[in-house]
């Protein structure tokens, strides 16, 4: 399974950006998709998560602001972020989770700033 991010990018505060994780491979294995973020001298942390069965979980810190969404016949993931803060700067890793294996994209930046 290969997992490709995009859409990242530079974003005044307010403002809205869209990620999108783009599945290939044995996608059909993944049951769960999520986001997580790593901002720098930070761990990485839980966005948000959709199972299959249309479960989801966010942060604390985004619910209300991000929605996670999944396009099953195009094997796409997607956040989409709204009301952006300074501090929901961080890089955006897309992860996909089969029964016995746990996939991760490159990663792709998204700088909250004025």
């Known amino acids: 399974v290969q997992l490709v991010e995009s859409g990242g990018g530079l974003v005044q505060p307010g403002g809205s950006l869209t990620l999108s994780c783009a599945a290939s491979?044995?996608?059909?294995?993944?049951?769960?998709m999520g986001w997580y973020r790593q901002a720098p001298g930070q761990q990485r942390e839980l966005v948000a998560k959709m199972t299959s069965g249309g479960t989801t979980d966010y942060a604390d810190s985004v619910k209300g602001r991000f929605t996670i969404s999944r396009d099953n016949a195009k094997n796409t993931t997607y956040l989409q972020m709204s009301r952006l803060k300074p501090e929901d700067t961080a890089v955006y890793f897309c992860?996909?989770?089969?029964?016995?294996?746990?996939?991760w994209g490159q990663g792709t930046q998204v700088t909250v700033s004025s």
């Open positions: 491979g044995s996608s059909a294995s993944l049951n769960t």
């Open positions: 992860n996909g989770q089969s029964t016995m294996w746990s996939y």
